[in-house]
């Protein structure tokens, strides 16, 4: 099993270009996550799902969207980036009886 | 008021030592406990479960104190390869997950 996998791993974007972070997982979750996590500060919540067709805003939705239209992909979409935008975002799965499960990561910079 | 709340740190300690951190939450609700460690620029990983009875793997030790809404991570015999930042967990019935901030360790030779 490849567990959680992101791409791109890194990304440069320009002020107001638009962008997708994918996210696959093979474990059979429902639950997935997306987080983004400032340098030297803690994972923040952006968007989560419950199964495929559901999705639901965590603490910082803003300037983000996402769909969930298998189990396997939850993609985060990018509109308009910002510099605010620069951190590094992680997927994340579970499922009931597990803990959470994470990518690797995607380093996003906008400048 | 935060979910989960850690002592930031850093934790510097020699090779050896024993070391301890501390965690509070603040659902009462919360299902499951864990702590992750999340080595410079990449993912947390598990390092392990919190269960109520308290529990050991090799050189670290889990507590859970649900009446103090505590969770507590003991670290023995510190190793280099310890150095890390370690993040306090709860799992709440919706299957939402809150992290602390974590506590950075560093261990030095």
């Known amino acids: 099993n490849a567990g959680v996998t992101q791409t791109p791993k890194f990304r440069i974007l320009k002020i107001g270009q638009s962008m997708t972070l994918q996210c696959t997982q093979d474990?059979?979750?429902?639950?997935m996550y997306w987080y983004r996590q400032d340098p030297g500060m803690g994972l923040k919540l952006i968007y989560y799902s419950v199964g495929a067709g559901i999705t639901d805003k965590g603490e910082v939705p803003n300037g983000y969207n996402v769909s969930r239209s298998t189990t396997e992909d939850f993609p985060l979409r990018l509109e308009l980036a910002a510099p605010s935008q620069t951190s590094v975002y992680f997927c994340?799965?579970?499922?009931?009886?597990?803990?959470?499960?994470f990518g690797p990561g995607t380093r996003l910079t906008v400048t | 008021r935060k979910e989960v709340e850690q002592d930031p740190g850093p934790f510097n300690v020699p090779e050896g030592a024993t070391v301890a951190f501390n965690c509070t939450y603040s659902n009462s609700a919360s299902q499951s406990f864990f702590w992750y460690r999340q080595d410079c620029r990449k993912e947390p990983k598990l390092l392990m479960s919190?269960?109520?009875s308290g529990n050991e793997d090799g050189r670290f030790t889990a507590q859970l104190n649900r009446a103090s809404q505590y969770i507590s991570l003991l670290i023995r015999d510190s190793k280099l390869s310890d150095s890390a930042t370690y993040l306090c967990?709860?799992?709440?019935?919706?299957?939402?997950?809150?992290f602390g901030s974590g506590t950075k360790l560093n261990v030095k030779p």
């Open positions: 474990m059979n979750h429902n639950y």
């Open positions: 919190v269960y109520s």
């Open positions: 967990v709860v799992k709440d019935n919706f299957n939402k997950f809150y």
């Open positions: 994340a799965s579970s499922d009931t009886q597990t803990e959470q499960y």
